[in-house]
């Protein structure tokens, strides 16, 4: 988490890193606080989604900060809206911050190519957002960030996915594969 933080600093949509260690009981790293992540402000709203427009304004900062994890050489894997918040300083109040390099993962080799895919790379992630890759144990990669951005702009406009009550992860991941994806779009302007 913290070679991935250290390599995003300077990038608009990444906290600042102040420091990291280690003592007896854990290891940590301190890095600046941020405002209120997407999932609770998505939850506080009235009707518990965001307007159309607001949801567009959020995916473009969204695919910025997954565009500077790529950039780097690295998959976040955990895309969803609680690993995103708003900046806690009056000039960052309205930039998203992306949070959690917890599960990320370099999918670029010393020489910048992509490496070869393992067989099998078991489920990461976060089984309402992962993408059918995950859900299949596969190696994910860039695009498989990108289900996850469609999963959260589906969730901000209609307030919930058609799963969301669902808790078993392979259940979660048939209905996924079997889904009309374009109904998630139904409420978008043509």
């Known amino acids: 988490e913290v070679a991935v933080l250290k390599r995003l600093q300077g990038k608009t949509h990444v906290c600042h890193f102040i420091g990291c260690g280690r003592n007896e009981l854990f ?109 299949q144990n596969r190696e994910l990669g860039r695009h498989d960030d990108l289900w996850s951005l469609y999963y959260i702009l589906a969730e901000f406009i209609t307030g919930e996915l058609p799963w969301r009550k669902i808790k078993d992860k392979e259940q979660v991941g048939t209905m996924k594969q079997t889904f009309d994806h374009n109904q998630l779009l139904k409420f978008m302007p043509r």
Do not use: W
């Open 27 to 135: 290891n940590y790293v301190v890095m600046t606080l941020q405002g209120r992540n997407l999932a609770d402000i998505r939850r506080s709203m009235k009707r518990g989604c965001f307007s159309i427009s607001t949801t567009m304004r959020i995916g473009i900062q969204i695919l910025d900060s997954i565009e500077s994890i790529h950039s780097v050489g690295f998959l976040h894997r955990d895309i969803k809206p609680s690993n995103f918040a708003l900046g806690k300083s009056t000039e960052l109040s309205r930039v998203i911050i992306m949070l959690d390099y917890g599960l990320a993962r370099q999918y670029t080799n010393v020489n910048g190519d992509v490496r070869a895919p393992r067989q099998v790379a078991g489920f990461r992630g976060t089984v309402r957002y992962a993408s059918v890759n995950a859900h």
